[in-house]
């Protein structure tokens, strides 16, 4: 039994393995592959169904980019490429490129500074979860936040030579979520403030540390304006996304569930309709933009304790997710 905690004691306190990001980014490549075989890849929501077809052209009859909740950028990227190579689904290729891209380079970079084997392996494990649990449910939002963590952590944690990399691949993942992106940087730039905040001497100093933090926003507040301006001048288009992302903030919301559960008695359209809704097949003709921004804002006005009993449910939704995150922050810390 000794011989048996010394083996341990040993493996934990092994000093860290040095590897290259080829090899992190080959052993990544297997990692996906064998996981994406084994789970098969799905999406988790409706949208992501619904975005893939209208890039692709099943919708419409030829490969479009008004993506509705994707920059028009990226779309017109999957549409030359859908008009490329028609016979690869694009959509959800590129999600896995950047899938594997991301999670090697988050490995490679916070390997780097974890001091033992074992941190490295627990590490891996939990970026393992992750995947698995991305894999099993992909979809824009969460593809988004893992390529914003990527380019996040080399922007800041990599060299001046990284930087250039680590601004397109946050860019990348304006195009695809834009809020989810900004809620990366929130959670992010606060942290590294406090490095960064250790060299400030002077309001020069100040300053370029300012500079540092807000540059990596340019682009994609750009690419952002862009994405309302080409909506701007086509009304239909205008109106499809206008209606989707009403609906996308209904279903997203738990009281619109606990609003069917309810029977409730509503002015504006009748429990079925209400209920087609929240499974994605609702009658525009019936619910139009406005009567659905009505039930929106009808939610929206809850008092403020109806709003937090929520909070237990999305913690319960997302714990493993949350427990792998709050633990890869402290063993790269």
């Known amino acids: 039994m000794d011989r048996i905690y010394r083996l341990l004691f040993l493996f934990i306190s092994r000093k860290r393995i040095t590897f290259s990001y080829s090899l992190a980014l080959g052993v990544w490549i297997v990692i996906f592959l064998f996981w994406a075989w084994a789970l098969s890849i799905r999406f988790e929501s409706n949208d992501d169904v619904v975005m893939l077809m209208i890039s692709s052209g099943a919708y ?153 933090l807000s540059a990596i926003l340019v682009l994609p507040v750009l690419a952002r304006v862009v994405d309302a301006q080409v909506y701007k001048h086509n009304s ?37 309709d209400l209920r087609n809704l929240g499974n994605f097949i609702a009658d525009p003709a019936v619910l139009d933009l406005h009567a659905i921004t009505h039930v929106k804002e009808v939610l929206d006005i809850k008092p403020f304790f109806d709003k937090s009993q929520n909070i237990k449910t999305w913690i319960c939704f997302y714990v493993d997710t949350i427990v792998c995150i709050l633990l890869l922050m402290r063993i790269s810390s």
């Open 60 to 212: 419409s009859g030829t490969p479009n980019y008004h993506l509705v909740f994707i920059n028009v950028i990226y779309g017109l990227l999957l549409k030359a490429l859908y008009f490329t190579l028609p016979g690869l689904e694009w959509y959800t290729v590129l999600f896995c490129l950047l899938h594997i891209i991301s999670f090697s380079l988050i490995f490679w970079i916070y390997s780097r500074r974890i001091t033992t084997a074992f941190g490295q392996l627990l590490l891996l494990l939990l970026l393992l979860v992750l995947q698995v649990r991305f894999i099993v449910g992909l979809q824009f939002t969460t593809t988004a936040a893992i390529v914003a963590c990527a380019g996040l952590a080399l922007y800041f944690e990599r060299g001046k030579n990284f930087k250039f990399i680590g601004l397109f691949l946050f860019l990348v993942a304006s195009l695809i979520r834009f809020e989810a992106a900004m809620l990366c940087f929130g959670v992010y730039a606060p942290v590294m403030l406090f490095p960064l905040s250790g060299r400030i001497r002077s309001k020069r100093q100040l300053l370029n540390t300012g500079l540092i």
């Open 236 to 272: 239909e288009w205008r109106y499809y996304v206008d209606y989707n992302r009403v609906r996308g903030a209904l279903n997203d919301n738990p009281n619109f569930a606990k609003l069917l559960n309810d029977n409730p008695i509503c002015s504006v359209a009748d429990i079925n």
